[in-house]
């Protein structure tokens, strides 16, 4: 059964390159939610001024992986404990946050942090927001990791991040 979820864990390109590596995720697309202006464009987004977050929506067969996986991946690939910031990327627009009206899932996210709380020195801030729009970010930030590996920041922030996930060895890698 195919279903979707939506995480913003900074930065939309990193998140989407992460989970272009699972096994069962089906569809990746970076956009933005949690705002309060319509059609925002990544610029408006990126001044901070329109309350959305960079997010990726992202379409999983449940029969493949579990929404349970997912957050494990989501988790141990930023920073949960940072508000407002990954890195050098800092301002609401990279807030940690999980987007669902489902009350299933928000139970499952619930007893999820409480338990992973008691592994962090200092308190997760992940915040789960009601779903609303979902606006589909610009064409050029569809697949950027892949398209601009030796940019900079594709190199700097997001290589390492799909290193430490490649040397994980979860059982929910696809093969690489």
């Known amino acids: 059964m195919i279903k979707t979820c939506y995480?913003?864990?900074?930065?939309?390109?990193?998140?989407?390159?992460?989970?272009?590596?699972?096994?069962?995720?089906?569809?990746?697309f970076p956009g933005y939610m949690g705002g309060h202006v319509k059609n925002p464009s990544y610029e408006q987004v990126c001044e901070g001024y329109?309350?959305?977050?960079?997010?990726?929506?992202?379409?999983y067969d449940s029969s493949k992986i579990s929404y349970e996986d997912l957050l494990s991946v989501f988790f141990s690939t930023?920073?949960?404990?940072?508000?407002?910031?990954?890195?050098n990327d800092i301002g609401t627009q990279y807030r940690s946050s999980i987007f669902t009206n489902d009350d299933k899932e928000i139970k499952i996210l619930k007893n999820y942090i409480e338990e992973l709380d008691k592994t962090f020195e200092k308190k997760i801030v992940t915040t789960i927001e009601d779903l609303s729009e979902f606006y589909l970010a610009e064409d050029y930030?569809?697949?950027?990791?892949?398209?601009?590996?030796?940019?900079?920041?594709?190199?700097v922030v997001?290589?390492?991040?799909?290193?430490?996930?490649?040397?994980?060895?979860?059982?929910?890698l696809k093969d690489v």
């Open 158 to 172: 997001i290589g390492p991040k799909i290193k430490k996930l490649l040397n994980s060895k979860n059982s929910f």
């Open 7 to 28: 995480f913003g864990g900074g930065c939309f390109w990193c998140t989407e390159a992460i989970f272009k590596k699972i096994n069962g995720v089906v569809s990746i």
């Open 78 to 87: 930023h920073d949960p404990t940072t508000l407002n910031r990954q890195g």
């Open 141 to 155: 930030h569809h697949n950027y990791y892949n398209i601009n590996k030796n940019v900079p920041y594709c190199s």
């Open 50 to 59: 329109t309350g959305h977050a960079e997010i990726i929506k992202i379409d």
